[in-house]
Each structure stands twice: as C-alpha cells, then as structure tokens.
C-alpha cells in the first residue's frame, strides 16, 4: 500500500474518529485487491484467526506510522466490536482535517462550569500529649521506644539521651 492510497481511505472519514476495522472495511471498498495481497501475505486477522501477526495487524501497523509522521492522531482503545477478535480496539483521526469537529472518546458534550481550588472545611480531631505524663514515664520507663525497641541514647550517646524527651 502506498502513502497516497492510505491517506485518501482517512479523508473518507470526514473528521469523525474510525477504529483500526473502520479503515479495513473501507480499504475493503475502495481497493479490494491491495487488502486481498495483505491477506494472502500475512493472512487474515479477526476472530479466529489463530495468528499474532496478520493483514489487520499490518494495517494497524500502517495506521500508527502515518500518525508518527503527524498526518494522524492516536485516540484512546475502545472496546472493539465482536469480530474483531480481541477485546479493545484503536481509534484514530484525521488531524489534517481542520474543519470537521473532532470527535474524541472522552468528549464532554455540555460542558459544565467547573471551579478550581474552591475552599473546603476539613474537620479531624487531633490528641495532645499531656506534657508533665510523658516525662513522668520517661523518668519510670526510661527512653527505650516500647514499639519498636529503639534505644536514643545508646544509639547517639549521651546527644541522644535527652532526645526522646523532646520528640512527640
């Protein structure tokens, strides 16, 4: 296939977004015997079709090269049709098309007024530590964390003594 012929069956679209099938039925119309040489190359792709690789995978193959070269863009997968013989497929549209609106997946028709960094009341409750108890603990208790074993001061020496008394 050439660049030309690949591009004429995009314009077909007239600006709405197609799927990778989409194309392959209208290269089917348009030249019958360009898709028949790619099946006959790599054989036919679709449900059932028993290869990784094949005329559909090709096609695909052609599609993303052309929007490499900025003359196509890439929209997101959507679930592919029934035939199609795996669950999602790509979606592509003609960007030289300026005229037609562009017609992407996740398009807002009635777009709402939406408002950024609006104020929020944000209620926690927060437990201070009463001052006099914890030191009293740390005098009968000493400085050695109950949770996890760790020893201030015999970690940092006599800087690590008073530590643990300062960290809340």
């Known amino acids: 296939m050439t660049e030309t012929e690949l591009?004429?069956?995009i314009r077909e679209f007239e600006g709405h977004s197609f799927s990778t099938l989409d194309f392959i039925n209208k290269l089917k119309l348009l030249y019958p015997s360009k898709l028949e040489a790619l099946i006959?190359?790599?054989?036919?792709g679709g449900k059932g079709?028993?290869?990784h690789y094949s005329a559909y995978s090709r096609v695909a193959q052609y599609l993303n090269q052309i929007a490499q070269k900025g003359n196509l863009e890439k929209l997101d997968y959507r679930k592919a049709p029934p035939e199609w013989g795996n669950?999602?497929?790509r979606y592509w549209y003609n960007r030289n098309n300026s005229d037609a609106p562009?017609?992407?997946p996740e398009e807002i028709d009635t777009p709402e007024k939406v408002i950024e960094g609006a104020k929020q009341t944000i209620i926690v409750n927060r437990y201070e530590r009463n001052e006099s108890a914890r030191r009293t603990c740390i005098k009968k208790?000493?400085?050695l964390c109950f949770a996890c074993g760790f020893d201030f001061e015999r970690?940092?020496?006599s800087r690590g003594q008073d530590l643990y008394t300062y960290i809340t």
């Open 102 to 104: 562009k017609e992407y």
């Open 155 to 157: 970690s940092y020496g």
């Open 49 to 51: 079709a028993g290869r």
């Open 40 to 44: 006959k190359k790599y054989g036919k």
């Open 141 to 143: 208790w000493g400085t």
């Open 87 to 89: 669950p999602i497929i």
């Open 7 to 9: 591009i004429l069956i």
